[in-house]
T-cell receptor, first 112, second 114 residues
């Protein structure tokens, strides 16, 4: 089946630095990818829809200047958490849709 | 607006017994319904989906789910639970007519006791 690869699996960074998370569709092209955030013991919340070749569409309450999304090709979308703070610590998951949606393995971000 | 409810935070079942994880949904158009499983610090793995056709859908790892339109439910079931089934289960809905993204339920933690 289709595979979505997300990298890194985990990252620890200092407050004020930026972190980039990559999401790749390995064997299919995805014009649209989705970025979710999962807080401990909570469900996944959609952050934004990443569109190849155009600007991402952000959900209400998500700061577009803080969570930069780039979808430069049909197989790669990146999420950059800029000027990270401890409250940005979370589990981030991307998704790309082929016939059905496939999810990356997630990235555990810890900001110290 | 779409919404998904999973009324149970936690379900405990003995190994070998049948299990049910409940899900109800609300969507304006035709519902596309999904079940995903998440193991600790991992992404979501697709289990099964209902788009159209038979109300009973069979999926991965012996799981199945029954679509009930009148009760707006899509409960996940398995005849005989395994300890390895212990994980977090998410029900999700997508509006078939207009939606691209999913709305997830809050998740149900399944513990299968040996």
């Amino acid at each position: 089946g289709a595979v979505v690869s997300q990298h890194p699996s985990w990252v620890i960074c200092k407050s004020g630095t930026s972190v980039k998370i990559e999401c790749r569709s390995l064997d299919f092209q995805a014009t649209t990818m989705f970025w979710y955030r999962q807080f401990p013991k909570q469900s996944l919340m959609l952050m934004a829809t990443s569109n190849e070749g155009s600007k991402a569409t952000y959900e209400q309450g998500v700061e577009k200047d803080k969570f930069l999304i780039n979808h430069a090709s049909l197989t790669l979308s990146t999420l950059t958490v800029t000027s990270a703070h401890p409250e940005d610590s979370s589990f981030y998951i991307c998704s790309a849709k082929d016939r059905e949606a496939f999810f990356g393995q997630g990235t555990r971000l810890t900001v110290v | 607006a779409q919404s998904v409810a999973q009324p149970e935070d936690q379900v405990n079942v003995a190994e070998g017994n049948p299990l049910t994880v409940k899900c109800t949904y609300s969507v304006s158009g035709n519902p596309y319904l999904f079940w995903y499983v998440q193991y600790p610090n991992r992404g979501l793995q697709f289990l099964l989906k209902y788009i159209t056709g038979d109300n009973l859908v069979k999926g991965s790892y012996g799981f199945e789910a029954e679509f009930n339109k009148s009760q707006t439910s899509f409960h996940l079931k398995k005849p005989s639970a395994l300890v390895s089934d212990s994980a977090l289960y998410f029900c999700a809905v997508r509006d078939g007519a207009t939606g691209q993204n999913f709305v997830f339920g809050p998740g149900t933690r399944l513990s299968v006791l040996p």
